[in-house]
Nanobody, 123 residues
Framework: QVQLVESGGGLVQAGGSLRLSCAAS????????MGWFRQAPEKEREFVAA???????AYADSAKGRFTISRDNAKNTVYLQMNNLKAEETAVYYC?????????????????WGQGTQVTVSS
C-alpha cells in the first residue's frame, strides 16, 4: 500500500511558475516510479510527466521544455516544477505511484493515486 499526498497547487498568472510536491509513504520509495497527471474540467485525465526508479523521465509533448519532474528519495517526495504556465493548464493535478518501477505515460501503469491538488492559471 502506498499513500500519496500532493501539495503546492494554487493560483498563478499565465507565464508564472509553480512547484508541486507529492509525498509518499507505505513502501520503499526508491523502488517505485512516480507520475503526474492532470484533469481539466470536462476533460479526461491526461499524462504530464513521469520518473522511474532509476530517475529516467518521460514527458507529455505539452510539458517538454517547461516542466521538470524530479525525485528526492531521502524525502520520499516527487516534484513537478512547472514554468511558463498557460491558462489552459488549469486542472487538478494528481500524482501516482507505479510499483513496477518504470516511468509510464499510461494511467493503467499506476497502482496508487493521490487526491489531487488544484492548479488555476489566470489569463
Amino acid at each position: 500500500q502506498v499513500q500519496l499526498v500532493e501539495s503546492g497547487g494554487g493560483l498563478v498568472q499565465a507565464g508564472g511558475s509553480l512547484r508541486l510536491s507529492c509525498a509518499a509513504s507505505g513502501r520503499t520509495f526508491r523502488t517505485i516510479a512516480m507520475g503526474w497527471f492532470r484533469q481539466a474540467p470536462e476533460k479526461e485525465r491526461e499524462f504530464v510527466a513521469a520518473i522511474g526508479r532509476y530517475s529516467t523521465t518521460a514527458y507529455a509533448d505539452s510539458a517538454k521544455g517547461r516542466f521538470t519532474i524530479s525525485r528526492d528519495n531521502a524525502k520520499n517526495t516527487v516534484y513537478l516544477q512547472m514554468n511558463n504556465l498557460k491558462a489552459e493548464e488549469t486542472a487538478v493535478y494528481y500524482c501516482a505511484a507505479a510499483i513496477r518501477g518504470y516511468a509510464s505515460g499510461s494511467q493503467t501503469g499506476y497502482d496508487y493515486w493521490g487526491q489531487g491538488t488544484q492548479v488555476t492559471v489566470s489569463s
